[in-house]
Each structure stands twice: as structure tokens, then as C-alpha cells.
């Protein structure tokens, strides 16, 4: 009996723990969340009034190539970005781990992080001048050894891959400090013990201190699929979807389905998808990347 | 570790306590808001300020400008506008739009709509309506494009700068003499827009649309199939595809038209009255000449896709004000002096004429370009979306992906299934 | 670990210090573009350093055309508030996820987390009608609106309380301590660490935030420096001299708090583990 009245109050101080975050997400997010959703059955009409149309605006949207598409380059970005940022952020935490200096450790660190620190619309400005085909600096760069200029956010093949590096630069601090926290955790035990074994050192990478790292690799993985899924201020503020399309990601066309063609039921429909699609990819990644670890 | 204390929380509860005081003083006087998203014209915009406060002495309300950053000002009019509080007394905002996709505005009464129908150029007089009521004072003359060409550039080529090209048979054999490269060296004839929004292509494109006798459009703009791919438009994409691509006087591998024509690595750009401000302030030691932009089967005129006007909110309690402050700078005078404070043309024909028009490098090239006939306008509630499923089809001509016609045709069937939904 | 041999050591450093100055450069080259005049960006063939390194032309032109400081403040202030705010509430719903067992645990915590997979931009209408309803709008409580509490904070915290040992917890309870005396006196201290970073990467977004104080904000004085950065663009152009000189200036107290908190934030995440 008195443990029942132990468990209750758990119980009872648990849910008041986590209530104001609750209220508040509930209010600031659910809410119009949830009014998103209502708004994707219907459709808004000339006049501002509202018709309820069922699932018409699903089909509509889900059956347009221009929605595809954006899908499609948006996933092209995800591709070029994504895991080249998570690898380079592995390789730069490996890097600064075996500094022993901790003050150069944590000065280089902070190199990486600043990027991080800035808006993401001027983080998109400032590359946007580095590759201006004219005056930019890469080209400027390229020249001096010989490599003719080359047209970046104003070329079809190019622009993803440019926006790719622009995104990279932008995360790769935050996701080396998540791996070096993460390497710093594991015990320096592990490793002698490897090396009595006669492991080497790409071994023990393998074996040891990829799946030790597990964790931090889900996660990244996880944030950065909704980051770059969710990319916006950069393309816009950049290259407007361009050139001829190439760059028009799933959330510039839900903004202008939005705002600029005043079609609110459209774009909640796309942020329905999006939302469905984030989540149903992150539970497969939880499923299959999620492995307990033990130190 | 120290112990957290309840010192450690004072700072927190100073910063919280400063959250919370509201940050604009309470207004003391009544006042009317305006929005307006013009950030590239920050001395226009404060003029109404100004005359706010005279108008402040009369009926006790001043006026407050918010300039809105164009980043996103969309989702702002929008969102406010749906909202009602928060929201402008008056805003600048395309009437079509505004007006007739939302219906967000408040009809201008009868004898101020009188008085502006008769006070503004023949060709701006649709500008601020729909459906044939007028809702929006036009705030902006001189938003088409004319032909801005470096003069410097002409004479080493052979060209005399004082006679440009008048039709589009002389202006290309005259890109040609111009060009002398790809741009990124040498120098190409005409900085194309080949970037950003397919509605800002479309801007730029519909001049040479509306030269060959095409437009995007049927008269009563409900039908785009047989006007925005008809032979003349696929015969204008065609010529202009072939600037890029087959007399390669214009080259995709130039940034923005606007620096390529400061750097002098292009010598003609189309550009709207605005431009020759940024040239002055950006590229002073460009020699540049304004004049109108060449003719073929027709001639381009004065037409804008952008018809930027002064609405006054449906909803707002103080439109009644909101109509009154517009009243009483309804005239000749104030319209001069907002608009030379900005270095931008007047609207009111009285001032075409003024000193100051006729002391603006453009003067003549505007005579000119208000003589020729009205070309069509578009000013359909859908026009964002319409605009930019034809600049798709444009901007992917330019770029290779397709045959003119095919793309057209494309686009065409795309705007029909858009006006009819 | 095995010591790598001098000269593996020496091409680890060279490694880390050529990245680190690769990624610091678009920085550096910002800063330079800062002290440039507008025919000078325009130079063909381009010059690295400006015509002249004091130039400080664009600043002052930056304070003229806006209350920047002013905006410095706004940012300062809401961000920190946001920080603060944020690292108390999800510190607690942190603690609740992690130590507690309650009905509805799991589903709460993925709803929370699944706010990271909704698009701002789809909720940014029915949000700003909350705020006006509520008298908000144009006011820092408006702003902070939607930056009150972090997702990631929560799902940080939650990590990080998570191998606080449950003995401690249980010990403290013995001595008959309240819970919420027990999270403040027995679990804050413990994840100090872990809150700092928490802190000091809210802020960081705040800061940075762009299209929400945009649409909720109306008068100049309740701007703030994201908002003070995107007026050197319009519909136009871009006016790259004043625009980076606006971006060094929003960076730039960033930048001193990284550098103070820096000590931190490594050793904050070093702590917390942020084990999954």
C-alpha cells in the first residue's frame, strides 16, 4: 500500500517535471500544428473564405512534378551534405583529439565552431560573393593556378554541390564538438587494453571507437537529416531556387505555395508531408542505428 | 563546486524583468501605420513620416513607417493581414493581389479615385484596380524597363551612343559589334537576367514577349494556351534563347545583370528607373545613356508586372483617416517632392515635366516610351504563380533543357490548370 | 592510448590546422570585404586587401542608417532570456523524462521531439495569431514566442540527467528532501556542464533567428541585429560593403562569448557525455 502511494507521487511529480515544457510546447507548436493539418483539407478561395475539399489538395499536390521535383533536389542536397558533413566532423574530432596541447585543442575547436555562430542568411550571403563566377573568390583562387572559372550557384550541376559546401561549413563545428565530447567520454582503458591485444590503430578505430560513437552518430544523423530536409534561408536567400530549378528545395516551394500564390491548404500540404516523412525516416534510423552502448 | 545561490539568480531575474517592460513607449498621439517592404528607398519611405506630422496638427494622427526587410515580408503582410491586430492602416501592396485573391482592401472613395484616374499617365491608370474599382494610389512611374547602354562602350565598338538602336534587327547587329567575349573576359553586348525568381525572369523576359507581338496572357487573362505559346512568343523565346546561346551576345556566366553593366563587362542592360541611382552610388565612373527599348513587331511600352500602389486595409478602424492622410498628399506638389527626395520618377503627369524629370538622364527615353501604345498587362490575382510557371518555361530555354515551343507549350497548359483552379 | 610517432603527430596538427584555417577563411574574407568601398567589390581583377585596412567607412555607415546598437541590445537581451528560459525548463522536463516513470513518458517525449520535424514556416501563421491575441506582437515576450523552450534542449538534458546515478537521487529523497529541492540542489549542480552548453547553443540560435522576429516585429526599436543585417538587401541588391560590416558586428559579441565560454561548452560536452 505505501509503496503504491510512493509510486503515485513519482508518478505524479514526473508529469509536473515535464508540464511546463509540455504547456508550452502544446501552445507554441501543437496548436498550430494541428490547425496546419486542418488546413490541408482546405482550400482557400479567391476572397480569402475557405471551401473544405477532403483530400483534394493531397492529390493535387502529390501528383504535381514541380512538388516532386523539389523533393527530389532536396534530397540531392541531403546526399551531398549530410554525410559528408558527419565524416568530415569524425575525421576533424579524430584530428583534434590526438592534439595533446588541451589549449590548442580547444582554440582549433573553436575555429571550427564560429562558422556555427553566424546567421545562416549571412553565412549564405558571404558564400554567395565567394562564388560569384566574376568577382568571387574561389574563381579568383581557381585563376591563380590555372583552372578556368567556374560557374557555381549559376550552373545546373554545380549549384547543389556549391549550397552543399555552404551547409557543411555551417554544421561542421557543431557535430565535431558532439564527436569530441563523444571520444573524450570513452575511457583511455579501452585503448590500452587494445593495444596489450595488439590491435592496430585501424582497428581499434573500427572496432572500438565507431561503435563507442554510436550514440552521437545516431543523433547527428538524425539532426542533420532534419536540418538539411528542412534547408530554406540559405537557397533563398541565395540562388531563389535557381538556376532554372535546380536548386528549388521542398520548403522554398511550400513558402511561396504559401505566400507568394496565397495557396495556404497547398503548403500545408507539404508540410504534412514533410513532418510524416521526418518522422517515419527518423524511427527507421532509431530502429536500426540504436544500439545500447556500455562503457 | 560552488553552491548555486540566490545571488546566481539575480542576474537572471534583472534580464527577465527587462523582457518583459514592452519596448515601444506607448504612443501618446494617435497613429496611423504604414508598411512597406521598400527597403532600397529608405528617404520615400520617411516622407511620409514627415508629412505625417503636419497631418498630426489637423487631426491629431501621425503617421509611423515599418520598414519590412524584403526577406520574407511575404509571410509577414500575410500572416498580420489574416490576423487583423498587428496588422497596417494603409500598406504598399499589388492590388490584384491583395485585393483580389484576399480581400484585404478598402475601395478609395469615388472622387479621390476620380481625382487620381485623371491625374496619372494613360498607362498607369490600371494600376490599383481590380475589377475596375480603384483600391491603390500608383507610387511608382518609370517601372519599366528602359534600355541604360555605356556609352564608352558604344564608341569603341563604332557605335554612336547618341542614336541607339530603335529596332530589335539594329540592336542585335549592334549587341554584336559590342561583344568582344563571354563576359567574364572581354565584353558582351546585353546582361541578361538569368538568375533568382522565375517571376523576376519572367519581368525581363516579357519586354521581348511584347517587341514580337506575343502576350502571356488572353485579354480577359483567362486563357494562357494559344497566347503564352504561340508562334510569336516561341519565336521571341527563340531570338531570346539565341542571345545566350547562338549570337552569344549575352552570357549565363555573368552574376547579376546590374554588376556586370557597372563593371563594364556588359555594355546594354534592360533596367527600370531605379537603376540609374544604384549606378551613380556603385559604378560612378560608368558613362551611361538612357533610351527606349527597341522596337520590333511592336514596341515594348511602358508596362509593368510589378504595379506597386498604396492600399488602405479593409479592416483597420482608422481607414477612414487612412483615406484622409492619402487625401491630403494627393496632389502635383507632394508627389514631386516625395519622389525627387528618392531619386525616383514622379507620378503625376503634371510633373512630367518638371525641372527635375527633365533634368534626369531618362527624361527623353520616357517621353518616348509613354508615346508608344499601352503594352498588355497581367494584373490577374494568380500573377506570382502565373509569372513564375512561364519563367520556368523561359529560364529553362536559357538553359538548355528543352525547345522553346515544347516548354511553352508546358507552361502554357500549366498556367491553364492555374487560372482554372 | 598509443602515442602516435613524432612525425604522424606533427601531420595530425598540420591536418587540423589547414582545416581549421579553410573553414576560419570565408570569416576572414568577410571581415576584409567589410572595409572595402562599393567600387572596389566591383574591381576586376579582384584584390585581396583592401585599398586601405582602416577603413572604417562601412561601420559608420552601418550606425548611421540604424540604431545597431540598439538592435545589439534587443538581440542580447532576448537571447538571453531565451537561454536562460530554455536551460530551466527543459532542465526539468529533462529530469522528468529521464528519472521518472510516468504514464505517457515515451509518447510526450517523441512529441516534443518531433516539433524538430515541423516546418516553421507552416506554423509561422497560426503562431503569429496566438501572439497577437495574447497583445504580444512588437514586444521581446512576442519575439521570444516560439524560443522560450528548446527541443534539443530537452532531448540534451534528458541524455545528460540520464547518467546522473539514481542512488544520488534516492540518498537525497532518504534525507527527506523535497523533489524540487532535489533537482535544484542535487541535479543542476551535477549537469552544470551540460546546462552551460545548453545555454550558450540557445543563445547562439537565438541570436541568429531571423524569420520569426521578422514577421512578429514592427518598430524600429524592438528590431534586432538579424533584421538590422538583411536591410542592407532589398529587392534589388545586394550592398555587400554594409551587409558583411553588419555581419562582423552581429558576430562579434557571439564571438566573445564563445571565446569566454569556450572552456565551457568543451568541457560542458565533454561531461554531459551526451551519451545516446
Redesign the interface.
Known amino acids: 500500500m505505501r509503496r503504491r502511494t510512493y509510486l503515485d507521487r513519482?508518478?505524479?511529480?514526473?508529469?509536473?517535471?515535464?508540464l511546463?515544457?509540455?504547456a508550452?510546447?502544446s501552445?507554441?507548436?501543437?496548436?498550430?500544428?494541428v490547425?496546419?493539418v486542418i488546413a490541408s483539407f482546405y482550400r482557400t478561395v479567391?476572397?480569402?473564405a475557405s471551401r473544405f475539399v477532403g483530400l483534394r489538395l493531397y492529390e493535387?499536390v502529390l501528383t504535381d512534378s514541380t512538388f516532386w521535383q523539389s523533393v527530389r533536389n532536396t534530397l540531392t542536397l541531403l546526399a551531398w551534405s549530410a554525410p559528408a558533413t558527419i565524416v568530415l566532423a569524425l575525421i576533424?574530432a579524430l584530428?583534434?583529439h590526438?592534439?595533446?596541447s588541451l589549449r590548442w585543442?580547444?582554440v582549433?575547436?573553436?575555429?571550427?565552431?564560429?562558422?556555427?555562430?553566424?546567421?545562416?542568411?549571412?553565412a549564405a550571403?558571404?558564400?554567395q560573393?565567394?562564388y560569384?563566377?566574376?568577382?568571387?573568390?574561389l574563381n579568383?583562387l581557381l585563376s591563380l593556378v590555372g583552372i578556368p572559372?567556374q560557374?557555381w550557384l549559376?550552373s545546373?550541376d554545380q549549384v547543389l554541390p556549391a549550397l552543399a559546401v555552404t551547409n557543411i561549413?555551417v554544421r561542421?563545428?557543431?557535430d565535431t564538438?558532439?564527436f569530441?565530447?563523444?571520444l573524450?567520454?570513452i575511457p583511455?582503458e579501452y585503448?590500452?587494453a587494445a593495444?596489450i591485444d595488439g590491435a592496430t590503430?585501424w582497428q581499434c578505430l573500427r572496432r572500438l571507437t565507431l561503435p563507442l560513437l554510436?550514440?552521437?552518430i545516431?543523433?547527428l544523423s538524425i539532426?542533420e537529416l532534419?536540418f538539411n530536409f528542412?534547408i530554406?534561408?540559405q537557397v533563398?536567400?541565395t540562388?531563389?531556387?535557381?538556376?532554372?530549378?535546380a536548386s528549388q528545395t521542398v520548403?522554398m516551394l511550400?513558402?511561396?505555395t504559401?505566400?507568394?500564390?496565397?495557396?495556404?491548404g497547398e503548403?500545408?500540404v507539404?508540410?504534412v508531408f514533410?513532418?510524416a516523412t521526418?518522422?517515419a525516416v527518423?524511427l527507421v534510423q532509431w530502429r536500426f542505428l540504436?544500439r545500447p552502448?556500455e562503457y | 563546486m560552488r553552491r548555486l545561490t540566490w545571488s546566481h539568480l539575480t542576474l537572471p531575474a534583472l534580464i527577465l524583468t527587462l523582457a518583459l517592460i514592452p519596448g515601444a513607449p506607448v504612443a501618446q498621439t494617435k497613429k496611423l501605420v504604414y508598411w512597406t517592404h521598400w527597403e532600397q528607398n529608405p528617404d520615400f519611405n520617411k516622407w511620409y513620416a514627415e508629412r505625417g506630422r503636419e497631418f498630426a496638427k489637423k487631426t491629431g494622427y501621425e503617421v509611423e513607417v515599418v520598414t519590412v526587410p524584403y526577406?520574407?515580408y511575404?509571410?509577414k503582410y500575410?500572416a498580420a493581414l489574416?490576423g487583423k491586430s498587428g496588422a497596417p492602416d494603409f500598406f504598399n501592396g499589388i492590388a490584384h493581389?491583395w485585393c483580389?485573391?484576399?480581400?484585404?482592401c478598402d475601395p478609395m472613395p469615388a472622387d479621390l479615385a476620380r481625382l487620381w484616374d485623371e491625374s496619372i499617365p494613360r498607362y498607369m491608370v490600371p494600376i490599383g484596380k481590380w475589377k475596375g474599382v480603384r483600391y491603390g494610389t500608383p507610387i511608382e512611374h518609370g517601372n519599366f524597363q528602359q534600355m541604360y547602354l555605356n556609352a564608352d562602350l558604344f564608341k569603341k565598338a563604332g557605335l554612336n551612343p547618341d542614336r541607339p538602336p530603335k529596332t530589335l534587327d539594329e540592336w542585335l547587329s549592334a549587341m554584336k559589334k559590342l561583344t568582344s567575349g563571354d563576359?567574364?573576359s572581354g565584353v558582351v553586348g546585353f546582361a541578361i537576367r538569368?538568375?533568382?525568381?522565375?517571376?523576376g525572369i519572367t519581368d525581363k523576359f516579357l519586354p521581348f514577349a511584347h517587341a514580337f507581338g506575343a502576350r502571356m496572357l488572353s485579354p480577359d487573362l483567362e486563357k494562357a494556351t494559344g497566347f503564352a505559346n504561340s508562334a510569336e512568343m516561341a519565336t521571341a523565346l527563340q531570338f531570346f534563347v539565341d542571345l545566350v546561346q547562338r549570337d552569344k551576345v549575352a552570357s549565363?556566366?555573368?552574376?547579376g545583370p546590374e554588376?556586370?553593366f557597372g563593371?563594364k563587362?556588359a555594355a546594354v542592360i534592360f533596367r527600370e528607373s531605379w537603376f540609374f541611382g544604384w549606378l551613380r552610388k556603385n559604378a560612378p565612373d560608368v558613362t551611361f545613356k538612357v533610351a527606349a527599348l527597341p522596337c520590333g513587331k511592336a514596341c515594348p511600352g511602358a508596362g509593368a508586372l510589378f504595379p506597386w500602389t498604396n492600399l488602405v486595409y479593409k479592416n483597420s478602424p482608422n481607414k477612414q483617416v487612412a483615406w484622409e492622410f492619402i487625401r491630403s498628399i494627393s496632389n502635383a506638389k507632394d508627389d514631386l517632392a516625395q519622389h525627387e527626395s528618392a531619386g525616383i520618377l514622379p507620378v503625376w503627369t503634371a510633373n512630367l515635366e518638371s525641372a527635375y524629370v527633365k533634368s534626369r538622364p531618362d527624361y527623353a527615353s520616357t517621353q518616348e516610351m509613354l508615346k508608344q501604345p499601352v503594352p498588355p498587362t497581367y494584373f490577374h490575382?494568380?500573377s506570382?504563380?502565373l509569372a513564375?510557371a512561364f519563367g520556368?518555361a523561359v529560364?529553362?530555354a536559357?538553359?538548355g533543357?528543352g525547345q522553346p515551343k515544347p516548354l511553352l507549350d508546358e507552361a502554357a497548359a500549366k498556367m491553364d490548370k492555374i487560372l482554372k483552379? | 592510448?598509443?602515442r602516435?610517432p613524432p612525425l604522424g603527430?606533427w601531420l595530425?596538427?598540420a591536418?587540423?590546422?589547414a582545416?581549421?584555417?579553410v573553414?576560419?577563411f570565408?570569416?576572414f574574407?568577410?571581415a576584409v570585404?567589410s572595409l572595402k568601398t562599393p567600387p572596389e567589390?566591383?574591381?576586376?581583377?579582384?584584390r585581396?586587401e583592401p585599398d586601405r585596412w582602416t577603413n572604417l567607412d562601412n561601420y559608420r555607415e552601418v550606425f548611421a542608417r540604424q540604431p545597431f546598437g540598439r538592435f545589439l541590445f534587443n538581440s542580447a537581451l532576448v537571447a538571453s532570456v531565451s537561454a536562460l528560459s530554455s536551460a530551466l525548463?527543459?532542465s526539468?522536463?529533462g529530469?522528468?523524462?529521464a528519472?521518472?516513470?510516468?504514464?505517457g513518458?515515451q509518447l510526450?517525449f517523441f512529441?516534443?521531439v518531433?516539433?524538430?520535424?515541423?516546418?516553421?514556416?507552416?506554423?509561422v501563421?497560426?503562431?503569429y495569431l496566438?501572439v497577437s491575441r495574447f497583445g504580444l506582437l512588437d514586444t521581446y515576450l512576442g519575439i521570444l514566442?516560439?524560443d522560450?523552450?528548446s527541443?534539443f534542449g530537452?532531448?540534451l538534458m534528458r541524455q545528460a540527467i540520464e547518467v546522473v546515478p539514481s542512488d544520488y537521487i534516492h540518498a537525497a529523497r532518504i534525507d527527506g528532501a523535497g523533489?524540487l529541492a532535489i533537482?535544484w540542489r542535487v541535479i543542476l549542480p551535477t549537469v552544470r556542464p551540460a546546462v552551460a552548453t545548453l545555454v550558450i547553443?540557445k543563445f547562439?540560435w537565438t541570436?541568429?533567428?531571423?524569420?520569426w522576429p521578422l514577421v512578429v516585429v514592427n518598430s524600429p526599436p524592438m528590431k534586432v541585429v538579424?533584421l538590422g543585417?538583411?536591410s542592407f538587401?532589398n529587392m534589388y541588391f545586394?550592398e555587400?560593403n554594409l551587409?558583411?560590416a553588419a555581419?562582423v558586428l552581429?558576430?562579434l559579441p557571439?564571438?566573445s562569448i564563445?571565446?569566454l565560454g569556450?572552456?565551457w561548452?568543451?568541457r560542458a560536452?565533454?561531461m554531459?557525455?551526451?551519451?545516446?
Request: proline share 7%; glycine share 8%; hydrophobic share 50%.
Open positions: 513519482q508518478r505524479r511529480a514526473g508529469l509536473l517535471f515535464v511546463p515544457a509540455l508550452y510546447f501552445l507554441v507548436f501543437l496548436v498550430p500544428l490547425e496546419s479567391p476572397g480569402g493535387k576533424v584530428g583534434l590526438r592534439l595533446v585543442r580547444s582549433w575547436g573553436a575555429m571550427y565552431f564560429l562558422p556555427f555562430s553566424v546567421s545562416l542568411v549571412a550571403l558571404i558564400w560573393w565567394i560569384d563566377p566574376v568577382y568571387g573568390l579568383y572559372p560557374k549559376q545546373l561549413w561542421l563545428g557543431f564538438m558532439v569530441l565530447a563523444g573524450q567520454s583511455g585503448y590500452e593495444e590503430r554510436n550514440p552521437q545516431l543523433m539532426l532534419i528542412k530554406f534561408d533563398y536567400a540562388t531563389q531556387g535557381g538556376p532554372a530549378g520548403i511550400l513558402y511561396d504559401a505566400f507568394k500564390y496565397f495557396r495556404l503548403a500545408s507539404m508540410a514533410v513532418f521526418l518522422l527518423t540504436r552502448v | 526577406q520574407g511575404e509571410a500575410l489574416i493581389q483580389g485573391q484576399y480581400d484585404f563576359g567574364a538569368h538568375k533568382g525568381h522565375p517571376v549565363l556566366a555573368l552574376g554588376d556586370a563593371q563587362r490575382p494568380k506570382n504563380e513564375t520556368e529560364v529553362n536559357l538553359y533543357k483552379d | 592510448m598509443r602516435p603527430r595530425v596538427v591536418l587540423v590546422t582545416g581549421a584555417l573553414v576560419f570565408p570569416l574574407w568577410m570585404t567589390l566591383q574591381r576586376v581583377p579582384l585581396l525548463v527543459s526539468l522536463a529530469y522528468g523524462f528519472k521518472f516513470h510516468f504514464p513518458r510526450f512529441a516534443i518531433g516539433i524538430l520535424m515541423v516546418p516553421f514556416q507552416s506554423v501563421v497560426p503562431l496566438w514566442a516560439p522560450l523552450v527541443v530537452v532531448f523533489e533537482f547553443i547562439m541570436w541568429n533567428e531571423l524569420f538579424t543585417l538583411v538587401t545586394i555587400y551587409v558583411t555581419a552581429s558576430i557571439i564571438l564563445f571565446l569556450q572552456k561548452i568543451v560536452v565533454v554531459s557525455g551526451l551519451k545516446g
